[in-house]
Every structure is written in structure tokens, then in C-alpha cells.
């Protein structure tokens, strides 16, 4: 008699609660659709405008961060070295090359959740485009490692993983189609389990 209101019940529950859980795995795995990748750098043009996927718009919503129209800005996450080894605190790297055309640009680590690594307010813990030391032609040598460098240094916490996020501000690539041809700074792992 109880039989099948129970069956339809337990139905019901699995019917739920596996979509609930499969949508937040899906928000938690995805950042949208719409990438584009240029060499370790990804970003989602997309995101901010109001074309955006609804996975990009509940990360929007979710993270309740500032996100620039499509005109003012394009972010780039790298979470990989040039060899597609995660990028990792125990090692160091070094960001070379120039950034694409762009009124100002800043840099910084992040964690996997995209906010600031925790750095001593007296380390260098991010760069922007008046602050980094350029060579003649115009680029850039950034080391990225927990022990000082002389130049350009970003300093590294102890945290495990973590990515490098740069942001273009006013840049004409963010109100183009044509991303692809752009280039960006080359990442290359130096060197691991040293201070």
C-alpha cells in the first residue's frame, strides 16, 4: 500500500537533489562558455556583457565582483606555466614579453577563487603598467617566487596553487573580434623548491 508513494518520493529526491547538486557543480567548474585562449591566458570577453551565458552570469553574481563593460576592459587569467604545469608557489617563473595595447594594465596572484594572495604590505605583490620597469623596446622580465628578486618581483606567499590574473583597462582588444591576433607575455618556470 505505502509502496509506491515511498518509490515516487525516493523519485522525487534523487530527481532533485542529483539536479541541485549537478547545477552547483556546473556553477563551480565552469566559468562560462565563450573562452578564448591566447597561449596560458584565457578570458571570457562575453562575461560582462548582456549576451553572456547564464553560467557566466551566476559567477558574476556569485563572486559580486565589478565586471567592465565590454568597451572598458578584458580580464586574462593564467593558471598554467608555458608547459601546462599548474603554477605553484614552491616555484618560480618569469612573465616576459609586453601586453597587448592598453591605456594602463595591473597584475597580480590570486587564489582559486580569483581574490589577492596575502602578501606582507612591504613586498611587491602586483604591478601595473606605470609601476614595472621596461627594457628599451618597450617590454617587460617579471619574476614570480616567494624569495626576492632584483627588478621586477612579484612576491609569492606560501599557498600552493594559485593563478596570475592581468587585466587590461581600456584597451581596444576588448571591443574587438580580433583577440586571437594578439600577443600576450610568455610565462616560463624557472626553477622549483627554492626560497
Not at 616576459?96 to 606582507?120: F, I, Q, V
Not at 612591504?122 to 604591478?127: E, G, H, V
Not at 581596444?172 to 591576433?181: D, E, F, K, V, Y
Request: some cysteine; hydrophobic content about 45%.
Amino acid at each position: 500500500m505505502f509502496r509506491v508513494p515511498f518509490l515516487i518520493a525516493v523519485a522525487l529526491a534523487i530527481a532533485f537533489g542529483g539536479g541541485i547538486l549537478s547545477a552547483m557543480w556546473a556553477l563551480q567548474v565552469s566559468a562560462g562558455f565563450g573562452a578564448i585562449r591566447l597561449g596560458v591566458w584565457q578570458a571570457f570577453p562575453e562575461a560582462q556583457t548582456a549576451s553572456a551565458d547564464p553560467y557566466a552570469r551566476s559567477h558574476r553574481a556569485k563572486a559580486g565582483r565589478l565586471l567592465y563593460g565590454s568597451a572598458e576592459g578584458l580580464v586574462f587569467t593564467a593558471t598554467e606555466d608555458e608547459q601546462g604545469r599548474r603554477l605553484n608557489t614552491n616555484c618560480a617563473y618569469r612573465l616576459h614579453g609586453r601586453t597587448p595595447t592598453a591605456r594602463t594594465w595591473t597584475l597580480y596572484a590570486a587564489d582559486a577563487a580569483g581574490r589577492p594572495l596575502s602578501t606582507p604590505a612591504s613586498l611587491p605583490s602586483s604591478f601595473n603598467a606605470r609601476t614595472v620597469l621596461r627594457h628599451q623596446d618597450g617590454g617587460f622580465d617579471i619574476v614570480i617566487s616567494t624569495g626576492p628578486q632584483p627588478g621586477n618581483w612579484l612576491a609569492l606567499p606560501k599557498a600552493g596553487s594559485f593563478s596570475l590574473i592581468l587585466t587590461l583597462l581600456d584597451t581596444p582588444a576588448a571591443g574587438s573580434s580580433g583577440l586571437i591576433g594578439l600577443a600576450m607575455p610568455n610565462l616560463e618556470r624557472i626553477g622549483c623548491g627554492h626560497g
